[in-house]
């Protein structure tokens, strides 16, 4: 148990490594490598991270009607052919090797109704609650 409690520790602490950006319309994709495993780290990281985000990469791109998705994804083994079923594809790049194998490691969710939400894992959503921290929603 001491074990993976380090291990989810040393990852939480290491440094993200942005690898690429692609966006389209109001998504933006994010590609990396080192991202925290907890979903707490990965709610932090975007706080952290978000300023300058935007001032770098222009992220989050606003919808005119108010609203954002930003996606965060597990770089994995780098850019791959399609080949695969159901691979993201950026067609944006003209090579070959254009897409990553779907392993999505957050998703930031904005609306002017519902406001900023975090989609960090499969058992739901993280919305900020009465006392202004993020907890998982009731669905």
């Given at each position: 148990?001491?074990?993976v409690?380090l291990?989810?520790?040393?990852?939480?602490?290491?440094?993200v490594?942005?690898?690429?950006?692609?966006?389209?319309?109001?998504?933006?994709?994010?590609?990396?490598?080192?991202?925290?495993?907890?979903?707490?780290?990965?709610?932090?990281?975007?706080?952290?991270?978000?300023?300058?985000?935007?001032?770098?990469y222009?992220?989050?791109?606003?919808?005119?009607?108010?609203?954002?998705?930003?996606?965060?994804?597990?770089?994995?083994?780098?850019?791959v052919?399609?080949?695969?079923?159901?691979?993201?594809?950026?067609?944006?790049?003209?090579?070959?090797?254009?897409?990553?194998?779907k392993?999505?490691?957050?998703?930031?969710?904005y609306?002017e109704r519902?406001?900023?939400?975090?989609?960090?894992?499969?058992?739901?959503?993280?919305?900020?609650?009465?006392?202004?921290?993020?907890?998982?929603?009731?669905?």
């Amino acid at each position: 148990m001491l074990i993976v409690f380090l291990y989810i520790t040393y990852r939480d602490l290491q440094t993200v490594e942005i690898v690429a950006i692609h966006q389209r319309n109001n998504y933006s994709s994010i590609l990396v490598r080192n991202f925290p495993v907890t979903n707490k780290g990965k709610i932090d990281w975007w706080f952290k991270n978000k300023d300058m985000l935007k001032e770098r990469y222009d992220i989050p791109m606003m919808a005119s009607y108010g609203s954002f998705t930003v996606i965060v994804w597990d770089f994995g083994k780098g850019y791959v052919e399609e080949g695969k079923y159901d691979r993201l594809c950026f067609d944006e790049m003209k090579t070959i090797a254009n897409c990553i194998e779907k392993n999505s490691l957050a998703r930031i969710n904005y609306s002017e109704r519902e406001g900023l939400s975090f989609i960090v894992d499969d058992n739901g959503e993280y919305k900020k609650d009465k006392n202004g921290k993020y907890s998982r929603a009731d669905n």
